[in-house]
């Protein structure tokens, strides 16, 4: 098997300092925590960012500041989000790809979030992907639901996606696709043979998913976009805290944990 890829989702859209205190919010706080995740032993951060208030931002200035505030720390990727919140417009949500990172999120079809839609038609999907092609940063396919597989071997197909792809499976939305160990090896199926994948697992299903990544050969991701808790009743303490357990399982599983560089190697990302 590969090494094992450790993404840190260390802040996300929805999550507040009233659900989890230790959540960073500026981009000193950010760049703080993406830092002792490199050292807990991830090799991408997922950003998201926020404004002067807390509430999500896709501002370019403020993804600019915290990729800065990052990379003077540690040689982690950075990859920011563009999907933002569910109510940012397309234009709002690409403003960090124009920072050209190694790479950024493409959610690849629209579907049930919780009490809301998370919205991501054709036009979107094709706008994104092309604006990725562009500036040189690898998509990272975020699929809710089976048929987002297909939506991004669709684009591949125009060109607008290159290939080998690299997607990140998001399971346990209220709403979307449930995170079980069925659904995760269904997904795993129906991708191609030379893809490389993630899974992000929402919630309670975050230590399954994360165990079933390492063992089935994929790359987990973890951080409080997607779970708060360390354990049922108990708030984690730190997104690093949620990589080190991950980092704890590997080895007891037999499966190395790569760095950032041997991440790069992974995903094609050195030129």
């Given amino acids: 098997m590969e090494k094992l890829i450790i993404t840190a989702a260390m802040v996300g859209a929805e999550v507040t300092k009233e659900q989890q205190p230790n959540l960073p919010i500026t981009p000193d706080e950010i760049a703080e925590a993406a830092y002792e995740c490199y050292k807990a032993g991830a090799s991408i951060v997922h950003v998201h960012a926020r404004d002067k208030d807390g509430n999500p931002t896709q501002d370019f200035e403020v993804y600019k500041e915290i990729k800065e505030k990052i990379e003077a720390k540690?040689?982690?990727i950075v990859q920011p989000s563009t999907g933002g919140a569910v109510w940012h417009s397309a234009d709002e949500r690409l403003q960090p790809v124009d920072l050209k990172p190694e790479m950024a999120t493409l959610s690849a079809g629209t579907c049930n979030f919780g009490p809301d839609v998370f919205m991501?038609?054709?036009?979107?999907?094709?706008?994104?992907a092309a604006k990725m092609l562009e500036n040189g940063v690898k998509p990272e396919i975020e699929v809710f639901e089976r048929g987002m597989i297909?939506?991004?071997?669709?684009?591949?197909k125009k060109g607008l996606l290159k290939t080998p792809i690299h997607f990140d499976f998001v399971l346990g939305i209220p709403g979307a696709c449930p995170g079980t160990p069925e659904d995760l090896m269904h997904m795993v199926r129906c991708i191609p043979a030379d893809s490389t994948w993630t899974v992000a697992g929402i919630g309670r299903t975050q230590l399954t998913m994360s165990t079933m990544g390492i063992l089935l050969g994929g790359h987990v991701r973890v951080g409080f976009e997607d779970n708060v808790y360390y354990k049922k009743g108990e708030l984690a303490k730190s997104n690093a805290q949620l990589v080190e357990r991950v980092v704890r399982l590997a080895n007891e599983l037999g499966r190395p944990v790569a760095t950032p560089d041997e991440a790069r190697e992974i995903l094609g990302l050195k030129k």
């Fill in 150 to 156: 297909d939506n991004a071997l669709r684009l591949a």
């Fill in 120 to 128: 991501n038609s054709e036009e979107y999907m094709e706008k994104f």
């Fill in 74 to 76: 540690c040689n982690i």
